[in-house]
């Protein structure tokens, strides 16, 4: 069993910049792909970039590219997700997940096995 818990959420302006952490607990968390969602007010869930095995392979959702950065630290078991230049369609509720037997950054949420609780994130204009 895994265990993702995520922080680092909270009220920021539009401009500004929050950096999200997802700890991880269980199973090796070093052997599999990780990746960031998001599910704003009223809308469905949605792809906002992940993260290979080994850290080196990421892909990013086209509204977060050139914004966003994410990283892993397979040694303290913790992904990242760095958000610079917010903007207040960003405001969503930011869920970490866990890719069981993937090793390179999945876009699909169907590909995740298991998600944590998720942390709002809201960009005032």
């Known amino acids: 069993q895994v265990q993702l818990v995520e922080s680092g959420g909270g009220l920021v302006q539009a401009g500004g910049s929050l950096r999200l952490s997802c700890a991880a607990s269980?199973?090796?968390?070093?052997?599999?792909?990780m990746g960031w969602f998001r599910q704003g007010p009223g809308k469905e869930r949605e792809f906002v970039a992940a993260v290979s095995r080994s850290g080196a392979g990421t892909n990013y959702a086209d509204s977060v590219k050139g914004r966003f950065t994410i990283s892993r630290d397979n040694a303290k078991n913790t992904v990242y997700l760095q958000m610079n230049s917010l903007k207040p369609e960003d405001t969503a509720v930011y869920y970490c997940a866990l890719a069981f037997g993937k090793l390179g950054p999945q876009e699909r949420a169907y590909e995740y096995d298991y998600w944590g609780q998720g942390t709002q994130v809201t960009v005032s204009s």
């Open positions: 269980g199973r090796s968390f070093r052997s599999w792909a």
